[in-house]
Structure formats: structure tokens, C-alpha cells
């Protein structure tokens, strides 16, 4: 492909590192190299991520350059090394001018009430051009309210970015952008993708990915805007917003925003049902005493074996607060004779295991909170062992208790949370779930 593309396709919005470029672009003459860190009143500062924190610029010895401590940065570290001595490329000349589309939308679904109101709503929004965000519960078909204000912006021959800072919602979206838009040039972006070097219309990427886009986009959606590392690392905050053109609205999408986000934001939707329209099923508390004791001497709680026993035929999330806590969990499961398997953020097989309790392989996952979001299993029940534990944020059990009741044909559910003294984030995630279903009914 790359020798049909021209150099302002290929750059079209992108800040590159020389080494990213194919060496033919170099010498024309509206491509423009700089240097990638520059130094402004004693503070370096990274023009490709704009990193200025000078704890995250190291230097080590430099094989581009020689130099035995040659500065880098560490903050963008993820997309390939940006060193002082290498430079950023970009395109200065007329930018790339995408086509537009008329009746791209090849979506034949029917929105639930709550779905059409939001998408009017960011269609709206869109056209006024004005930030705005949709605050919709687990289950209420985030995705599909925004592919009419998609829609449109193609209608108009503009470049969206839909941004996520977790890897496994860029995959899940992807084929379904692909599906809903099949005349579109759509992009998957995260850490191992393939290289793209179409410039496409819709680009669905990762926050870090990012670091690579200035001035690119005409409409910006960030879905899960609440999830880490975007919502805690504001250089990610400011590369979204570098990523957009000056007026480019931001729709960010969210079944738990946080607090400053909602503070930042006047313009706020809510959709309080899921699509099927059956309320969200609410968590019981179930006091469990000094539970850490027990899991410490390989046991379990006999609240939480019943518990087990009642679902045993069904597929059953166990949450826990921490690796050991699931360790000594695992091990009491083994003994009770419970098939099972334990999964962690760096456990190696964790994608394996994900998959097989999806296919119902596994019927019980013991975890902890890495899978508070995304996975969407029909008939699962929820157990949240030691709920109190700080990690078992507001949000957090918002999310975990989202799990339960979103198929159509399996709407119920039951949400346990096992604890050793109810904490504020336990009850004002019932709390707000109570509110989500009072305003939606
Ligand atoms: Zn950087
Ligand atoms: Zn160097």
C-alpha cells in the first residue's frame, strides 16, 4: 500500500517519529522534521506526548546518536522511544481532505427509548459543536446511541476519533463500526496492532495511541471515560484534547463518571434503563465477620459456600480485593472441590481464562477488579468477597453490580456483596442504582 499513498495521506493529522516514515517522504518539501524534545526555560518538554515532568525524562546510551546519556522520554515510552536527538515528523501543508458520506449507516436495529433520547441528544450537540456527556447505565447500548451523530459527522466529510483507554473495548467496537459503516475506512489502534498506513476516516484507539495525532479530528468520543490510567493521567487528558481540531466537540460516554467530570460539564444526558427495560437488579449486603481470617486458614465463609451452592448451575464472577486474597481463595475453592479458575491483571493466561468462562467452560471466575467492566456473560450472578475494601470503589461496585441481568432473555440476577462492615461506597452504589432505576421508571 505504500507506494499508492502520498505523504500528506500518510501523515494526515499524525506527529511521527522519523523512523515511522518512509524515507521517499522525507524530502518533500511540505513534510517538516523537528525536534522531538526541546528544552523551554530549563524544562524539557516532549513535543510528542507534552510531557514537561522532569521525573519522567531519563537518559540512558543512545543508539541513534552515540551519546552515552542521551535524554528521553519515559512518559510516552509505550509508542517506541522518543530521544533528544531524534526527530518528530509532520505534514504542513493543505491537510488531507476526507470524502463525505450520505446514508453511510448500514445499522438496522430499533433503539429503546432511553438509547433514542441520548442519541437526539448528542446529535445536538454534536451540530452545536459543545462537549457533552452521556451518562448511561451498564447494559443500556452505549454504542449504538452514538452511530446516528457518526453518521452525521461522515454525512459532513469529517474525521472522528473514538478513544478508549482500554484495549479490549477498541476490539470489541471495532468489528462493530465495521459492521455498522462498511463503505468507511475504520482503524483499530492499541499497543501490538498492525501498522495502518491508510489514513481513516474513523480511527478507534486507545488513549495512548493518541500521542501520535494533532489536530486530526473533527468530532472526539471517549468511551469509559472514567476508567484507568485515562481517568487519573492528565497527559492523556491533554493529548485527547491536542488530538482535536480548535472546535472539535468531545462526547464522552460513561456509566460512572466521576465527579469532577460531571463538575466540568454542564451538558450531561442520562439514560437510566438498559435497552431490554427491565430495572438494574440491586446488590444484597451480606455480613460475613472478620472474612480475612477465614480465607487466611484456606476456608471459606459458610454465608458465601451457601451462596456458591444456590448458583452452583449457573456462571458466577467471585470479585476479591487483592492477588493474595485470591490465592487463598483459589486454594479454599480446590479443597471444597470447586472447577474454577483465578485471574489477575498480570496473569499471562488471563485472556484464555476470560474466553473459557464466556464459552461456559468455567462456571465460576474468581478475580479481581480487572473485570469489573467489559465482559458480559448471559445468567451470571455476582458475589463481591470483603466489599468494604477500599479498592471496591463507588464506581467500581456500580460496574461489578453491571454485570448482572443484561440479556434480554436473562434480565435478573443476583449481586452479593459478603463484608465485614458496610462501607460509603456500598451504599451509595445501591444508592445510585436505586436513583438510576427511580428516574427510569
Ligand atoms: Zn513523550
Ligand atoms: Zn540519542
Known amino acids: 500500500m505504500t507506494e499508492q499513498i502520498t505523504p500528506q495521506a500518510f501523515l494526515a493529522g499524525r506527529l511521527l517519529l522519523e523512523s515511522e516514515v518512509p524515507s521517499e517522504f522525507l524530502t518533500n518539501k511540505d513534510v517538516i522534521t523537528e525536534p522531538s524534545i526541546i528544552t523551554e526555560n530549563g524544562r524539557y518538554h516532549c513535543r510528542r506526548c507534552c510531557n514537561e515532568h522532569r521525573e519522567l525524562f531519563a537518559t540512558a546510551p ?14 510516552c515510552l509505550m509508542l517506541g522511544r522518543v530521544t533528544a536527538c531524534r ?9 488531507y481532505a476526507f470524502p463525505s458520506h450520505s446514508n453511510v449507516l448500514q445499522w ?6 432511553g438509547q433514542r433520547h441520548a442519541s437526539l441528544q448528542a446529535v445536538q450537540y454534536w451540530k452545536q459543536k459543545e462537549d457533552h456527556i452521556i451518562w448511561a447505565v451498564c447494559g443500556s447500548g452505549k454504542t449504538e446511541i452514538v452511530f ?10 469529517e474525521r472522528i476519533l473514538l478513544a478508549t483507554p482500554r484495549v479490549d ?52 468520543i471517549v468511551d469509559e471515560v472514567d476508567a484507568f490510567p485515562f481517568s487519573c493521567d492528565q497527559s492523556l487528558q491533554l493529548s485527547v484534547n491536542e488530538a482535536r481540531r480548535p472546535l472539535a466537540p468531545i462526547l464522552y460516554l460513561s ?19 438498559r435497552y431490554h427495560g427491565h430495572p438494574l437488579p440491586l446488590p444484597s449486603f451480606v455480613w460475613i465477620g472478620n472474612w480475612r481470617k477465614t480465607v487466611m486458614r484456606r476456608k471459606l465463609p459458610s454465608k458465601l459456600v451457601t451462596w456458591l451452592e444456590k448458583h ?9 480485593p487483592s492477588i493474595p486474597v485470591l490465592e487463598q481463595v483459589s486454594a479454599a475453592l480446590k479443597q471444597l472441590g470447586y472447577i474454577h479458575d483465578a485471574v489477575h491483571a498480570e496473569d499471562p493466561h488471563r485472556h484464555e481464562k476470560v474466553t473459557r468462562f464466556r464459552d461456559g467452560v468455567t462456571k465460576l471466575l474468581v478475580t479481581t477488579t480487572i473485570l469489573e467492566r467489559g465482559v458480559t456473560v448471559p445468567r451470571v450472578q455476582v458475589a463481591v468477597l470483603g466489599a468494604e475494601h477500599s479498592v471496591f470503589s463507588e464506581a467500581a461496585l ?19 456483596f459478603f463484608h465485614y462492615g458496610v462501607s460509603k461506597a456500598m451504599k451509595r452504589c445501591r444508592q445510585q442504582l436505586q436513583q438510576m432505576n427511580r428516574e427510569g421508571f
Not at 65 to 71: E, L, Q, T
Not at 108 to 113: E, I, Y
Not at 173 to 191: D, N
Not at 398 to 416: E, L
Open 148 to 157: 446516528d451523530a457518526v453518521a452525521q459527522s461522515l454525512a459532513n466529510g
Open 169 to 220: 473495548v477498541v476490539k470489541e467496537l471495532y468489528p462493530r463500526f465495521k459492521q455498522a459503516f462498511p463503505s468507511i475506512t475504520i482503524t483499530a489502534l492499541y499497543g501490538d496492532s498492525p501498522s495502518v498506513f491508510h489514513p481513516a476516516q474513523l480511527v478507534i484507539a486507545t488513549t495512548h495511541q493518541t500521542f501520535r495525532f494533532k489536530k486530526a479530528f473533527d468530532f472526539v
Open 398 to 416: 456500580v460496574q461489578i453490580s453491571g454485570r448482572v441481568g443484561r440479556s434480554h432473555r436473562h434480565p435478573t440476577g443476583d449481586i452479593a
Open 312 to 320: 452452583h448451575r449457573k456462571p458466577v464472577f467471585l470479585f476479591v
Open 87 to 95: 526527530k518528530l515528523v509532520r505534514w504542513k501543508g493543505e491537510p
Open 62 to 75: 543512545c543508539a541513534w546518536c552515540g551519546n552515552r546519556h542521551c535524554i528521553y522520554c519515559r512518559n
Open 108 to 113: 438496522k436495529g430499533t433503539l429503546s427509548h
Open 255 to 273: 456509566a460512572t463518571p466521576s465527579r469532577s467530570l460531571l463538575e466540568q460539564n454542564k451538558r450531561i444526558t442520562k439514560v437510566s434503563t
